[in-house]
C-alpha cells in the first residue's frame, strides 16, 4: 500500500477530530470576532505538528489572515483555504451520522483546509522531500468575495509556479475543478415616493414596481447557451400595506464564462434607467471574480494529480463549475491552478453541509502525493 495512504488510514481519526475542532468554532465572514477565535485554534494546529505558527496579517474589517511556509526552495506551491463560513453563530451543530459528518463550514471549506494541514504533516512525518517550498494562505473572508485577501493571494500568486485550492471536488464525482464561471455581486437602491395607498395613491411613485420592472428585464438577460446567468437573489423594501413603497433595493448575482461577458453585464448594470418618472436609481458592486479558465499548463497540472490519484486507486476527473473561488485570482494571472483538492461530501451553503469520513485517508493522500510530485 503507497505508504501516504497508509498514514492517511492511520491518523483517519486525528484528522476528524481537528475538523471538528475547528468545525465546532464558528467563523462567518462578516464577524471578526469568531473568525479571530477560529484563526487561533488553527495556528494551534500548525504550533502542534510543526513547531511554529503562521504569520499573522491582521486586518480591520476581517478575521486576520494566516501565511505559513514549509520546506525549503526558491520556487513555490501556493495552496489557499478559506476558514470564513456562510453561517452564523449556532446555525448549525457539529454531528456524526455514520459515514456523514455535519457541521457549519465543514465542506466549504474547513474540511480541506484540516486535509492541506495534514497533508503537508505527512510530508514531514515520512521524511518526503520537496523540490519547493509551500506557501499556505488561510484567509477568512472568501464567502463575501476575498475583499481584503485578494491582494495578498495575487501578491503570492505572481511568485508561485502552481496554485492548489481545498475546496470541496465536484460533489458526486469527486472530480477537481479546472474551470470555474467569473461571478459579479451589484446591488440595485431605488428610491420613490410615498403616499396614503387608499387617499392619495395617485400622489406615490412605487419603488416596489420599479424594482419588479427592473428584476424582469436584468433575470431577461439570462443565456444558458452561453453560460450566462443573472439571478436577482434578495430584495427588501416597503412597509405598511396601505402605504405606496418609497424605497427597495435588490442583490444580483451574475456569472459568466467570459472576461468580455462579464463587462458586457457590468454595462448594462451600470446604464440601468427608471421606467418611471420621479424614481432615482443607484446601482452599486461589479465585478468580482474573473473566470478560472483552463489552458496547457492547467492540463499538464492536471495530468500530474491524476498519476497520483491512480496510485489511490482513484479514477480522478475534472470538471468545469459556476461557482467562483479563490482560484479565479491566481488563474486569471496565468498560474496553474488546480481546484476541488478539498474534502469530498455535499450541501455546500445547504443546513446538510456535510463531508464522508470514509474519503478522508484518500483525498488527504490525494493532496499530499500531488504536492510531493511538484
Known sequence: MDQIKKYMQENQELILRDIQYLVESDSPSNNKKLADICNKKIQNLFQRY?????EEIEQE?????LRFEYGEGEETILMLSHFDT????????????GDKVFGPGILDMKGGLVQAIWALKALQDLHIPLSKKVIFLCTSDEEVGSPSSKEIIEKEAMNSEFALVTEPPVAESGALKTGRKGTSKYYVEIEGKAAHAGNHHEDGISAIKEAAQQIVYLESQTNYDIGTTVNVGSIKGGGKLNVVSESSTFGVDVRAKSLEEQQRIDKIMRELKPHTEG??????GGINRPPM???NKTSELFIIAKRGAKDLGIDLKEEYVGGGSDGNFTANLGVPTLDGLGALGKGIHARNEHILASEIPNRTALLCNLISSL
Open 50 to 54: 510543526f513547531g511554529y505558527k503562521p
Open 61 to 65: 474589517n476581517y478575521g486576520n489572515h
Open 86 to 97: 456562510v453561517w452564523n453563530e449556532g446555525d448549525l451543530a457539529f454531528k456524526v451520522e
Open 279 to 284: 424614481i432615482t436609481l443607484k446601482v452599486r
Open 293 to 295: 479558465n483552463r489552458n
